[in-house]
Structure formats: C-alpha cells, structure tokens
C-alpha cells in the first residue's frame, strides 16, 4: 500500500514538473545602435543598421506569473560607417554575428489565452564573426576602391566577449493545450566595449541593440 501511494505521488509530481516546463523557437529583425566617441573625426558617421535573430528558448513555470527562461541565440549587430566633405566616398556596412545565452525572469499576466510578460535578465555573448561591405577612398592616391570582405580578428585589439543587460515585453496567445505563439519587443544592453584599451588614448564602442521577434512555444 506504501509503494502503491508513493507511486501515484512520484507520477503526480512528475506531471505536475512537466506542465510546467517549455520549449521552443524563436526569428525576427533587429536594428542595432553603434556607439562611438569621434573623437577630432567630425566628419566620420556612424549609422544603425537592421539584422536578424534567430534562437531556441527554454522555460520553467513556478506558477502562473513568474518563470526563468533561457535562451541560445545568433543575433547580427550591423552598422553603416560613412565619411562627408572630401571623401564621401567612404561609405560602408559592418555585418557582425554574435552567438548569445540571455537568462531571464518571465512575469506574465492575463486570461488563460492571451496574457501579457516582461523578461528581465543578463546575457553573455561572443562575436563570431564580422565583414565590411561597400567603398573605401583613400586621401593619399585620391582612389575609390569597393570592398567586401571578411573581418580578421585580433586579439590585442577586439573583445569578442559581450555582457550586458537584457529586457522585453510582449505578448502571448494560447493554441490549444499544448502550444503557445508570442511576439516580443526586446532590448541588448552590452556593458562591454567591442574594442579593448589598447591604445594609449582610449577608445571605447558599444552595441545596443533592440528587436522584434516571434517565438512558438511547445508546452509539456
């Protein structure tokens, strides 16, 4: 009789853990803000430019308002850098891939199909890649050369680790039992200069970066 009780706890338990745990997908378009001081460069631009984001999610249910989610995701964080005056033909794109983890508390509210949330959290990331796309003009041959080309790191100079905070509200609609969809509008706060002080006058840039994404959820 003991075993028999201790069994239809443990499969309630068990039931009870599974209802409240999710996985899922996320894709949407983000638009990065590139943050530099010009130092005596005034006629050197910097522009935000659009990206993507793609991801897996996975969340944990505590009750009906409040779960932890985690997240792996590849994100772009693009600029345009452009010059004026005398060499305007120096107008370019730099396409940067990150490969992030986001970790987030998830406040929900609402009726049982649609309910709003916030996600409040801290992510780290690393940049994968980076390529610059568009024209070049030299002050010394007065020669516009177009480039598209792939970035090669160096170590003394870029900071390929990234930290920051991270922030979204959106809202979720309820398919059935099993599957839920969202759309989420989402902030990337990095705390981490792209570029290390490797120069005697310093030279900090950082990546704020907000998005728009979906995610369609699959919830046990």
Not at 5 to 17: D, E, R, T
Not at 96 to 123: A, T
Not at 129 to 152: M, R, W, Y
Not at 201 to 216: C, E, L, R, S, W
Request: aromatic content about 18%; proline content about 1%; hydrophobic content about 35%.
């Amino acid at each position: 009789m003991k075993k028999l009780i201790f069994i239809v706890a443990l499969l309630g338990f068990m039931n009870s853990v599974h209802a409240q745990w999710r996985i899922g997908a996320t894709a949407g378009f983000d638009w990065n803000h590139y943050k530099i001081d010009n130092h005596y460069m005034t006629d050197w631009h910097y522009e935000g430019k659009k990206g993507l984001t793609l991801g897996v999610a996975s969340q944990y249910g505590f009750n009906d308002w409040l779960a932890l989610r985690a997240e792996v995701n590849y994100t772009q964080k693009n600029h345009r850098q452009f010059r004026t005056g005398q060499l305007s033909d120096t107008d370019y794109d730099t396409k940067n891939s990150y490969l992030q983890l986001p970790i987030m508390s998830s406040f929900s509210f609402g009726g049982e199909k649609l309910r709003g949330f916030m996600n409040l959290g801290i992510y780290g990331g690393y940049w994968l890649s980076s390529a610059i796309k568009g024209s070049f003009f030299s002050p010394l041959t007065f020669e516009k050369t177009n480039i598209d080309e792939k970035v090669e790191f160096v170590s003394d100079r870029d900071q390929r680790f990234d930290f920051g905070a991270v922030g979204g509200v959106g809202l979720e609609y309820k398919i059935g039992e099993h599957w839920a969809a969202q759309i989420e509008t989402r902030c990337y706060y990095s705390t981490i200069s792209t570029q290390k002080d490797y120069m005697a006058i310093k030279d900090p840039k950082y990546n704020t970066t907000i998005g728009v994404q979906t995610a369609f959820f699959y919830i046990f």
